[in-house]
Structure formats: structure tokens, C-alpha cells
């Protein structure tokens, strides 16, 4: 019954490369977001999503594309993967804004070669 | 400077002892989230909060927004607490900011 669900849950990407990584959530939820998280720390918001059709830069959206094609499906782009983006990446949901509660799905791992 | 401040970084129990780690914060904060990183990655909902406490099992938050920290007791430790507890705070709009994380091993 996991709500949020990620795809893949790890890849490995070469220099350059174009990488999609794919975000559902079964909430019925408005908000969806975009972390990444580096070894050792917290998280950080790339991009997010309040509506179908429209995103939002967050903290670090340097590099990072984003897609909401539905209410349920939020896509991250890296249209030129470089090595500093080797990371594992997060995405979550909230029924609003993020005064609302966050579930996170389980993470992709990306390493970047 | 941190945004949010976890303290400890690193914290050692032994089984069935108990412990309180802190959360700072040095933005306006309107509701608190705690979670648990499990070792295999996955993030956890512990607790959500808007001013006050919550308590679950083993396991109890305060969010105090007038002196501007949230605390997460743990009593009575198990070896399945290990991980890392991380603290967010949300202060309007889209804002959510992640402390850096308390990593907690629990020993027998």
C-alpha cells in the first residue's frame, strides 16, 4: 500500500548523460517535492509541484529539470548528469503546502560516473 | 549559519536506557517533523507537530515555537531504534529545512 513510489530505485548514469527519475503517489495529494541527500546529511529541496503542469524551483535547483505531467506523477530531469550530482533522491507528497504533513517515498541512488 | 541544529550528531545507548535528542531552529517555525532513516535509507514519519506534544509508545516530541526547539525522547531503547533521526522544520510556504541528522546506535 506505499503511497509514494519511486522508479528506479538506483541507477548508474555516465557523464553527461540524460537521467529521469520517476515519482507516484497514490495520496490525492496537491504538493509533491524533490530532495536530494548526500552522505552524511539532511535533505534538500530540488524542485517542487503544487499543481499538474507547473513546478517550482526549491534550494538547489541548479541542474535539475522537473516535470508534473498529473497530480500523481512528478519526474526529476538531469539533462547533463554530472559527477556532483551522485547522490540518492527523495520524493514526497503533501495533501497542501508543506505546513501539511511530508511522506517520502523510498529513494533512488544515483551514482554518477 | 544552521537553520536547524541537531544535537547530538552521533549518540550511543545501551538497551533500555533512555535519551532526549534536540532540534534549534533560527527561522520562524510554524509545525515540526521528526523521522527515522532506517540503515536501509528509507525515511520514517515519527511525529508531525504544531506547538506542544505528542507521544507514541517509546517514543515522545515537544515543539516549543516561542524558544524556538523540538526534543524526541526515546525510553527504553531497542536495537531497532538505530538510525538516523532527523528533524524539518516548516516555516511557510514551501519551505521545509532538514537538520543534518542525529545517527543513534543502539547497543545490547
Known amino acids: 500500500e506505499a503511497a509514494v513510489t519511486q522508479s528506479p530505485r538506483s541507477k548508474v548514469a555516465v557523464t553527461g548523460g540524460k537521467v529521469t527519475l520517476s515519482c507516484h503517489q497514490t495520496?490525492?495529494?496537491?504538493?509533491m517535492y524533490w530532495y536530494r541527500q548526500d552522505t552524511g546529511h539532511g535533505l534538500r529541496l530540488i524542485h517542487y509541484?503544487?499543481?499538474?503542469?507547473?513546478?517550482e524551483k526549491g534550494d538547489i535547483p541548479d541542474g535539475y529539470k522537473a516535470s508534473r505531467p498529473s497530480q500523481e506523477n512528478f519526474s526529476l530531469i538531469l539533462e547533463l548528469a554530472s559527477l556532483s550530482q551522485t547522490a540518492v533522491y527523495f520524493c514526497a507528497s503533501s495533501l497542501r503546502d508543506s505546513s501539511y504533513e511530508q511522506y517520502f517515498g523510498p529513494g533512488t541512488r544515483l551514482t554518477v560516473l | 549559519g544552521d537553520q536547524v541544529k541537531q544535537s547530538p550528531s552521533a549518540l550511543s545507548l545501551q538497551e533500555g536506557t533512555n535519551s532526549a535528542l534536540r532540534c534549534n531552529f533560527s527561522i520562524a517555525t510554524t509545525t515540526v517533523q521528526w523521522f527515522l532513516q532506517n540503515p536501509r535509507g528509507s525515511l520514517m514519519n515519527l511525529f508531525y507537530l504544531v506547538p506542544g506534544t505528542k507521544e507514541n509508545g517509546r517514543l515522545k516530541s515537544t515543539f516549543n515555537s516561542k524558544e524556538s526547539y523540538s526534543t524526541l525522547h526515546i525510553r527504553d531503547a531497542q536495537l531497532e531504534d538505530s538510525g538516523t533521526y532527523f528533524c524539518a522544520a516548516e516555516g511557510g510556504g514551501y519551505k521545509v529545512v532538514f537538520g543534518s541528522g542525529t545517527r543513534l546506535l543502539v547497543s545490547p
Open positions: 495520496n490525492n495529494h496537491d504538493y
Open positions: 509541484s503544487y499543481v499538474a503542469d507547473s513546478t
